[in-house]
C-alpha cells in the first residue's frame, strides 16, 4: 500500500495568518495517463470531510481561494493564505493512483 | 444535488454481518463518471477507505479487509450496499458512503466529492 505521512499532526494558527500542511507519499503518485491524483479533503468538527482540492491543485466548487495545492511526485503541500475561524478542523491528503485508496493520518489545524 | 443516505443497524454483535446501504438521490448511480465507495472512521481516528464499485459492477476492497468485506450494487433502485462479516469491536467506526470521482473507467480517483452524512456503527454485545 501507498503510505501517506502528513506533517505536522497539530498546527496552532494565529486567525490571518498562513498555514501548510505537508503530505509525501511512498511512491509516485503519477499516474500512466500522466495525471496526478492527490487530493485534499477538510473535516469540520462532527461534520463529514469535504473535498477541498483535486489532482493536486484543481479547487472543488466553493472552495476559498485562500486554500491552495501544490506539489509533484511524491511531495505534495496544502496552503491556506489566511487562516479563518471557519478553517479549524482536520485535514487529509489521500492519494487516488494506485489500489487501495489511502490517507494521510490528518492535520489537526486550530486557532491559537 | 445528489445525495447519499446511509442506512443500517447501529448496533451489530460480535462475530456478526454488518450490513449497511447507501442510497443515491438527486441523480443517477449508473454513471460512467464515478466509483462509489465506503470509507470508515474509527472514533477520533482517521479516514480508512474500505472499498468501491463501478455501477458495472466492478469492485476494489482494501486488501485489509478484503476477506471479510462484500460491495454490491443495485441500479434499479440506486443503491449500493457494504457487508463487513465476522465484526469486532475494531469495526467500531462512523461508516460513510461517497460518490468518487474518476476521469473514465480505469483512471486514478479525483477523490470523493459528494459525501453521506455518516452513520455510526458499535459492535458490541
Known amino acids: 500500500d501507498v503510505v501517506m505521512t502528513q506533517s505536522p499532526l497539530s498546527l496552532p494558527v494565529t486567525l490571518g495568518q498562513p498555514a501548510s500542511i505537508s503530505c509525501r507519499s511512498s511512491?509516485?503518485?503519477?499516474?500512466?495517463?500522466?495525471?496526478?491524483?492527490l487530493n485534499w479533503f477538510q473535516q469540520r468538527p462532527g461534520q463529514s470531510p469535504r473535498r477541498l482540492i483535486y489532482k493536486v491543485s484543481n479547487w472543488d466548487s466553493g472552495v476559498p481561494d485562500r486554500f491552495s495545492g501544490s506539489g509533484s511526485g511524491t511531495d505534495f503541500t496544502l496552503k491556506i493564505s489566511r487562516v479563518e475561524a471557519e478553517d479549524v478542523g482536520v485535514y487529509y491528503c489521500?492519494?487516488?493512483?494506485?489500489?487501495?485508496?489511502?490517507f494521510g493520518q490528518g492535520t489537526k489545524l486550530e486557532i491559537k | 444535488q445528489l445525495q447519499l443516505q446511509e442506512s443500517g443497524p447501529g448496533l451489530v454483535k460480535p462475530s456478526e454481518t454488518l450490513s449497511l446501504t447507501c442510497t443515491v438521490s438527486g441523480g443517477s448511480i449508473s454513471s460512467s463518471s464515478y466509483y462509489w465507495g465506503w470509507i470508515r472512521q474509527p472514533p477520533g481516528k482517521g479516514l480508512e477507505w474500505i472499498g468501491s464499485i463501478y455501477y458495472s459492477g466492478s469492485t476494489y476492497y482494501n486488501p485489509s479487509l478484503k476477506s471479510r468485506v462484500t460491495i454490491s450494487v443495485d441500479t434499479s433502485k440506486n443503491q449500493f450496499s457494504l457487508k463487513l462479516s465476522s465484526v469486532t469491536a475494531a469495526d467500531t467506526a462512523v461508516y460513510y458512503c461517497?460518490?468518487?470521482?474518476?476521469?473514465?473507467?480505469?483512471?486514478?480517483?479525483?477523490?470523493?466529492?459528494?459525501w453521506g452524512q455518516g452513520t455510526t456503527v458499535t459492535v458490541s454485545s
Open positions: 489521500m492519494q487516488g493512483t494506485h489500489w487501495p485508496r489511502t
Open positions: 461517497a460518490r468518487d470521482h474518476i476521469d473514465y473507467y480505469g483512471s486514478g480517483s479525483e477523490g470523493m466529492d459528494v
Open positions: 511512491q509516485s503518485l503519477v499516474y500512466s495517463d500522466g495525471n496526478t491524483y
